[in-house]
């Protein structure tokens, strides 16, 4: 058991008001940031993100319809239409494809990194769009898969500023 | 048992985005984290210019190295190890270690009375601002960020009965600058 002393200066020391950094702080460490050399691709994720997100989103299109009683006659809103697990699937497939395609060319250049990082940003807005509408919006499931086919041909070709300038336009 | 402000919950989409090098997400993330950070760095390293270069080398690390972390364990503790790291690496290029073994073991009065049940904050970090750094660095890691004996033996290079060691003569050296602290400062101590 803990001496009584050793409590009561456990409890003082932790009791301490926090210390703040001075207020421009963020604004110069910005600036070393954005001064980064090239980013170089990270290792493959043993579990992606959106891949998990896929997975919670299919159970959350699965399980409640699992648990709620559905009128006769009607049909279960929760239950994914075919179309839609169709589109998971094949948004786990491409997202497999593309960890493949990184993990054998791990370094990127500036312009490609630049496109690779605007394609993901959409796909993160995609995601938080499906995370609102409980995983079952079918259109944007569909533009899920169409983001992550564009990644994809970005992590097979190395053709950053064309495509970037495309993307752009 | 934990007692430390890194303790804080970062969502699974906020580290993606810092995997995907968002500064929106990025300045997040500092935001949530710049206070534990700068005081973890402040106790350990006793200074406010270094602890402002830790804080910095400290997030342009997770800006470097984030891919290399996964979500098994928690984002916190993973960024808590690196300012640690840093912050000892620092320590052991100031002085050396064996200086630690080398501080006197002052007892403060045993009158009954623990000097610590009624001081201040201000008193008492400013007696924590004496001890040695490397005292106060153990002390702080044992008793607000819950470490073990056994890691901080591993974070000093050291043994097990180091750490407990040095924990006891902290805590004794700072009850004894408690101590003095009250005969020097406190006006409730002067002659009236």
Known sequence: ?169 | MSTSSFAIDVPELLIARLKRRDLEAFEQVYRLFDRPVYTLALRLLGNETEAYDLLQDSFLKVFEQIGQYRSDAPFWGWLRRIVVNAALMRLRGRRPMDELDSLLLDHAADDGVDPLAAVSAQDLKRALGRLPALSRAVLWLYHVEGYTHEEIAQSFDRSVSFSKSQVARAGARLRSLLDQEDATWNPRAMPC
């Open chain 1, 1 to 169: 058991m803990e001496p009584k002393g050793d409590a009561l200066l456990r409890q003082r020391l932790a009791a301490l008001p926090l210390e703040s950094p001075p207020a421009t702080t963020w604004s110069a460490l910005r600036e070393k940031l954005q001064q980064q050399p090239a980013p170089v691709r990270a290792a493959p994720r043993a579990t992606p993100w959106w891949l998990a997100l896929a997975a919670v989103l299919a159970a959350a299109a699965i399980v409640p319809g699992l648990q709620q009683s559905t009128a006769p006659g009607r049909a279960d809103p929760n239950v994914a239409a075919p179309e839609l697990i169709s589109l998971m699937q094949r948004s786990r497939l491409l997202e497999s494809e593309i960890r493949e395609l990184r993990a054998g060319a791990p370094a990127l250049a500036e312009t490609q990194f630049e496109w690779e990082s605007a394609i993901e940003n959409d796909l993160a807005l995609v995601d938080v769009g499906l995370a609102a509408r409980g995983g079952r919006s079918e259109t944007l499931w569909r533009e899920r898969v169409r983001l992550l086919e564009e990644l994809r041909t970005a992590a097979q070709m190395d053709s950053g500023p064309l495509m970037l300038q495309a993307r752009l336009d």
